[in-house]
T-cell receptor, first 112, second 113 residues
Framework: DGGITQSPKYLFRKEGQNVTLSCEQNLNHDAMYWYRQDPGQGLRLIYYSQIVNDFQKGDIAEGYSVSREKKESFPLTVTSAQKNPTAFYLC???????????FGPGTRLTVL | SQKIEQNSEALNIQEGKTATLTCNYTNYSPAYLQWYRQDPGRGPVFLLLIRENEKEKRKERLKVTFDTTLKQSLFHITASQPADSATYLCALDPGTGRRALTFGSGTRLQVQP
């Protein structure tokens, strides 16, 4: 069953803590992406990766970090430097940059 | 700066009518334009892609137009159904350089039975 998975679905974090969101795909896609969505707003690009061991900052990368050690995995760390981390986080993949993106179910992060 | 505008107000229509959603952009020259559907609390799902040299694209009850002169795309759902109720997002791809999609904020469609 091919697809893209994110875990956990809901995540609670205390202020000052780092937290890592998981994203895995078995679609054999080269490109992967992380977006943030706030209520009533569109998707804003945090980071993207075109290929293993390479990634680029998106429009709102401050306070976030990523790694791409394996083709199928693209974890996102929300650091304590992110001023307003409460949001819905979406991971996506495509066979290459610019092509149709396939999205995961999302992780809703709440900072307490 | 680049700007993508979708009607932030919800669109309410009666079942069976045609829904028309608008995506306008400025300071942008997309080579491709995509439309996605997003249900509450879920990730977007791809619907249609149209290229800059295409005027119109159809898929079942869906139709997309792309006018690079007006800098506008229209998304139509004919014979709308309550199951079509969702938020619809347009996304632009420059075709070169940084080819990550830029998304609009979406328009919520509500189809009344």
């Amino acid at each position: 069953d091919g697809g893209i998975t994110q875990s956990p679905k809901y995540l609670f974090r205390k202020e000052g803590q780092n937290v890592t969101l998981s994203c895995e795909q078995n679609l054999n896609h080269d490109a992967m992406y992380w977006y943030r969505q706030d209520p009533g707003q569109g998707l804003r690009l945090i980071y993207y990766s075109q290929i293993v061991n390479d990634f680029q900052k998106g429009d709102i990368a401050e306070g976030y970090s990523v790694s791409r050690e394996k083709k199928e995995s693209f974890p996102l760390t929300v650091t304590s430097a992110q001023k307003n981390p409460t949001a819905f986080y979406l991971c996506a993949s495509s066979n290459r940059l610019g092509n149709t993106q396939y999205f995961g179910p999302g992780t809703r992060l709440t900072v307490l | 700066s680049q700007k993508i505008e979708q009607n932030s107000e919800a669109l309410n229509i009666q079942e069976g009518k045609t829904a028309t959603l608008t995506c306008n952009y400025t300071n942008y020259s997309p080579a491709y334009l995509q439309w996605y559907r997003q249900d509450p609390g879920r990730g977007p799902v791809f619907l249609l892609l149209i290229r800059e040299n295409e005027k119109e694209k159809r898929k079942e009850r869906l139709k997309v137009t792309f006018d690079t002169t007006l800098k506008q795309s229209l998304f139509h759902i004919t014979a709308s159904q309550p199951a079509d109720s969702a938020t619809y997002l347009c996304a632009l791809d420059p075709g070169t350089g940084r080819r990550a999609l830029t998304f609009g904020s979406g328009t919520r469609l509500q189809v009344q039975p």
